[in-house]
């Protein structure tokens, strides 16, 4: 086992003063111009199924890469989006879609309407393109012929084979149906959404303006009620027995034999059942919660691979036998090659600030597979011999290994310095400092959620570049993380239970403490700002701590009643039953004890995190008469995406820190 190679870490003494930088001026435009300073890289990149051709598109068109040849041809173009089945390809091409046969270079069948059929399968036989429409699951014959209706009765509220808002969102699903492997059959969730409320959405813009209700289940109400059928061609559906206490159908998926799979999760999310054909095989309990994953695997002998939190840490198990342990993660199962009896998979081994590619047999001898430092994505072949490797360091943009090296010249042409890794107060920071002598304003950036991993040796994109202006400007940048990122494994996340915001903010507070000390710190000039869990740390965190001069919070929470079932009741319970924990979460409870200046920003169209939270933060500092600044964003939602709107916010949000934190 080699080792991992060591972090750079910054000197805490007193140093002399830095040379000047060279280089071109930042801007905010320039940051969201394209082509971006990050490069491009190739998008939607697949394996063929017999593990010859890596696919892909690079901008609209079709590549294949053969893997022994390293030949690249280019299949179609004006592709939009594609998905491999068998040795076929469903393409979407502008309004239409194709089924198109590679190894003939040739389209199957006609075209169909593209814009009629949401979530479009091919069927493994190549012989039905499935799809949504009108909220009921229909197949259509590839060669020709009427459409088969699999489902009845959908409606606005009911919805077979479509997903809603929330399970996509906070279950990470991908579909509501799944094909049986002799494409004989169709496994599919149906949600009736007749008791989840409805939440209107405003669109302020027109005259008469107009409001667009969305179901949106809030924490302790009504969930879409989910069960699952299977759908024969001929129409017939058989309903499927879910186990006790099933509130959630996480996942449904087929064994290779053509039994159905399914992982369904209980209110409270503390114990994940697994059942194949109607039998449940495993069930994972925890005194906190259980975290659902794409990693089980049906190996041709009959066993079953997964991953298992059991230990505290998340590792590989095969029928009950573990091929990983240690003091580190799985992040997740890339592959498996059968025939040589080796799992592919990316792990935290070695440092938690890195991810490589890893090669375990099924005798638990381990091999590292990746040697740049940084981190690492596979995309492996559905052989399990080989993958393509996307990764990127902290100050090299990603590139994908071996199709696109990513060259991105311009950079240099600003004179950056890396940022440096560092701990503050026992917890992982990366610093970003200025060229500049003597102390200056710092610029502290958090997220905080429930194992979200901040700082970590990897590209992180225009965020990246914003801080490397605000440095450009004069600013120091920390990014901070807490004990429960995610690095430090599970079983310390799990620490969060019951009570969100309360162990971020204490070590947020340690964090900035140790920046304080720092010689090239200014402490009485210390912003903060975050986005989503991030703007609910700025909030709560200028209300509990008194060492923030400025902070901007971009759509946060504010109170955690106000946000999704499925999200909140995993960490909180419902408010029913953490009455306590709810109440001293809310940034809402705490406004009147606002410090310094904030920048409160939100998408007036924010379906994921609703303007009402605003809203409520709002009220409560207003009743307070608490100063404030405010952004609004019509018709934007929680990324705030567009090009005009991200160059106003960050342009905002530099003026803002300019002025608060240099007067």
Excluded at 85 to 109: C, E, N, Q, T
Excluded at 527 to 547: E, F, I, N, Q, R
Excluded at 586 to 612: E, W
Aim: glycine residues 10%; contains cysteine.
């Amino acid at each position: 086992m080699k080792r991992a190679l060591p972090l750079v870490l910054l000197c805490a003494c007193a140093t002399t003063a830095p040379p000047p930088r060279t280089g071109k001026a930042l801007t905010v435009e320039r940051i969201y111009s394209e082509p971006g300073l990050g490069g491009t890289l190739p998008g939607q990149v697949q394996w063929s199924p017999d593990s010859r051709f890596v696919t892909y598109l690079h901008g609209s068109a079709l590549t294949a890469f053969e893997w022994e040849t390293k030949k690249r041809e280019k299949w179609l173009d004006n592709v939009a989006s594609y998905s491999w089945s068998g040795g076929l390809m469903l393409v979407r091409r502008g309004d239409d879609l194709i089924v198109y046969d590679p190894a003939k270079r040739a389209l199957v069948g006609t075209p169909l309407p593209a814009r009629r059929m949401q979530d479009a399968r091919l069927s493994p036989d190549g012989r039905y393109v499935s799809f949504v429409r009108a909220h009921d699951l229909w197949a259509q014959p590839v060669g020709g012929g009427a459409e088969i209706r699999l489902t009845t009765g959908g409606s606005d509220t009911l919805l077979n084979g479509e997903l809603d808002w929330v399970y996509p969102e906070e279950l990470g699903i991908k579909s509501g149906y799944a094909w049986a492997p002799d494409s004989s059959r169709v496994a599919f969730l149906q949600l009736d959404e007749s008791k989840v409320t409805r939440f209107p959405l405003v669109d302020w813009r027109p005259v008469q303006g107009r409001v667009e209700p969305m179901f949106y289940p809030k924490a302790g109400e009504a969930n879409p009620a989910a069960r699952v059928g299977v759908a024969a061609l001929d129409g017939r559906v058989e309903w499927q027995a879910l186990p006790d206490g099933t509130e959630y159908v996480a996942r449904l998926a087929w064994t290779p034999g053509g039994e159905l799979v399914l992982h369904t999760l209980n209110r409270q999310q503390d114990a994940l059942a697994i059942s194949i054909g109607g039998k449940v095989v495993r069930t994972d309990k925890s005194a906190t919660w259980v975290d659902v994953n794409d990693d089980l695997r049906f190996l041709r002998d009959g066993r079953m691979l997964w991953t298992s939190e059991q230990t505290g840490r998340n590792h590989i198990v095969l029928d009950g036998k573990a091929l990983t342990q240690g003091d580190w993660d799985v992040a997740g199962i890339a592959g498996v090659d059968e025939a040589a009896g080796a799992v592919l998979y990316a792990g935290s081994e070695g440092n938690h600030l890195e991810r490589h590619v890893w090669r375990v047999t099924f005798d638990g001898k381990r091999e590292r597979l990746t040697r740049e430092r940084g981190w690492h994505s596979p995309v492996a072949s559905p052989d399990g011999t080989k993958f393509v490797d996307t990764w990127s360091s902290v100050d090299r943009p990603p590139r994908l290994d071996p199709i696109e090296e990513n060259r991105v010249a311009e950079l240099d042409d600003y004179g950056f310095d890396a940022p440096r890794f560092e701990r503050a107060a026992g917890l992982d920071a990366l610093v970003f400092r200025p060229r500049t002598a003597g102390p200056v304003p710092v610029i502290v950036h958090v997220y905080g959620g429930p194992g979200a991993q901040s700082v970590a040796d990897r590209w992180n994109g225009r965020s990246y570049l914003w801080h490397q202006l605000m440095v450009q400007r004069g600013f120091a940048v920390v990014i901070l993380d807490n004990r429960c990122s995610g690095a430090r494994g599970p079983q310390t996340v799990r620490e969060m239970h019951r009570r969100l915001g309360e162990i971020e903010v204490a070590d947020l507070g340690a964090g900035v403490a140790w920046i304080m000390k720092q010689p090239w710190c200014d402490a009485k000039r210390i912003g903060l700002w975050g986005w989503s869990y991030g703007g609910y740390m700025t909030c709560l965190a200028m209300t509990k701590l008194d060492v923030f001069r400025a902070g901007v919070a971009v759509a946060p929470v504010t109170h955690w009643q106000d946000y999704d079932t499925i999200y909140t009741e995993r960490y909180m319970l419902r408010p029913q039953d953490n009455a306590d924990g709810y109440r001293d979460s809310a940034p809402v409870t705490h406004a009147a004890k606002l410090h310094g200046r904030l920048l409160l920003v939100h998408g007036l169209a924010d379906d994921n995190v609703h303007f009402q939270n605003a809203v409520h933060f709002v009220d409560e500092l207003v009743k307070a008469r608490k100063p404030f600044d405010q952004l609004v964003y019509p018709g934007r939602n929680h990324g705030i995406g567009d090009r005009e709107a991200r160059i106003h916010l960050f342009t905002a949000m530099q003026d803002f820190f300019e002025r608060e934190l240099r007067r």
